[in-house]
């Protein structure tokens, strides 16, 4: 499973902010920023659209896998990569974290139109 937290590290690291600058764009404390970026607290959902803003994506980025698994050939020694295939598990994660991501959108589209 993809974890929102240390993608949200990742994007704040690659921007060169702190955590304090983060959690002042969200309105939130320091310790408490920090809470969402180790996983201990899941509210990081209540802060998609300042988070995606300040980071420039979309809300589907932060479920995204940035990186391919891929090892080197070690027994034909000719330097030769492959590509690890998905397994049925990491493909029920990607499932899983999509479907997440539909009911956040869903939940987010519902709030929004309550204000509208």
Request: hydrophobic share 35%; with cysteine; glycine share 6%.
């Amino acid at each position: 499973m993809i974890n929102v937290g240390k993608k949200i590290r990742h994007l704040r690291e690659q921007k060169g902010l702190t955590q304090e600058a983060v959690a002042d764009v969200l309105h939130i404390s320091q310790p408490t920023y920090a809470r969402l970026e180790n996983g201990d607290r899941n509210s990081w959902a209540n802060y998609i659209e300042p988070l995606c803003s300040l980071f420039e994506i979309q809300p589907e980025d932060l479920f995204k896998q940035d990186t391919l698994i891929i090892n080197q050939n070690q027994q034909g020694g000719n330097g030769a990569f492959i590509i690890n295939q998905l397994s049925e598990q990491l493909i029920a994660q990607y499932e899983e974290n999509s479907k997440l991501k539909d009911d956040i959108i869903a939940d987010l589209k519902k709030r929004l139109s309550k204000h509208e």
